[in-house]
């Protein structure tokens, strides 16, 4: 379950206990979109927990957005809170290129196991496939799939509040302008 704001406070934590969700199960797909690519990463080696989940959706041919969430885990339990998000249309054809750039790791084969580290999930849904990989940023070829989905927060998330490389959240990013 994913809350932002006033209500997250309301929202008591599960009964039992339970793991943290991915990063992409907690944000809710858009309604309508008939094709999603979407990336999270989880940076393991962070506190507080943040994650980051860039989501492009198209509706048919011509319409495209993406969505940038940054998600903060709740220190009380296994939930995440959005903390900031960002976001807008974009072309038809950005969208197909990052899903070309994507073909490769959709592609691969199973899933790595991640530790520690930043660890990035990639889902595509649409056109008949649904595939979804895990990764290591720090493993083969997550740097690269990281850069494709850093470059497209780039055009939406202010310079200052970009995460690192590694997709962990630079301390000025999350400090209230003095």
């Known amino acids: 379950m994913l809350f932002s704001?006033?209500?997250?406070?309301?929202?008591?934590?599960?009964a039992r206990p339970q793991p943290l969700a991915p990063a992409l199960d907690a944000v809710p797909a858009r309604a309508g979109a008939s094709e999603t690519i979407g990336f999270a990463a989880?940076?393991?080696?962070?506190?507080?927990?943040?994650?980051?989940?860039v989501r492009l959706s198209r509706q048919g041919e011509r319409r495209a957005s993406v969505e940038i969430?940054?998600?903060?885990?709740?220190?009380?339990?296994?939930?995440?809170?959005v903390e900031k998000s960002w976001?807008?249309?974009?072309?038809?054809?950005?969208?197909?290129?990052?899903?070309?750039?994507?073909?490769a790791?959709?592609?691969?084969?199973?899933?790595?196991?991640?530790?520690?580290?930043?660890?990035?999930?990639?889902?595509?849904r649409g056109g008949g496939s649904n595939i979804r990989r895990r990764l290591n940023h720090y493993g083969a070829g997550g740097a690269e799939l990281s850069a494709i989905?850093?470059?497209v927060a780039a055009r939406f998330v202010p310079p200052a509040q970009l995460p690192a490389e590694d997709w962990r959240t630079r301390p000025a990013a999350t400090s209230p302008a003095p």
């Open 5 to 14: 704001g006033e209500a997250a406070a309301r929202v008591p934590c599960p």
């Open 42 to 53: 989880e940076p393991s080696l962070q506190y507080p927990g943040r994650a980051w989940v």
């Open 69 to 81: 969430l940054r998600l903060l885990r709740r220190s009380n339990c296994n939930l995440y809170d």
């Open 87 to 103: 976001g807008g249309p974009i072309g038809a054809d950005e969208y197909r290129a990052v899903g070309g750039a994507v073909a």
């Open 105 to 124: 790791w959709a592609a691969r084969g199973p899933e790595e196991i991640v530790t520690d580290g930043t660890g990035l999930e990639l889902r595509v």
């Open 149 to 151: 989905f850093r470059r």
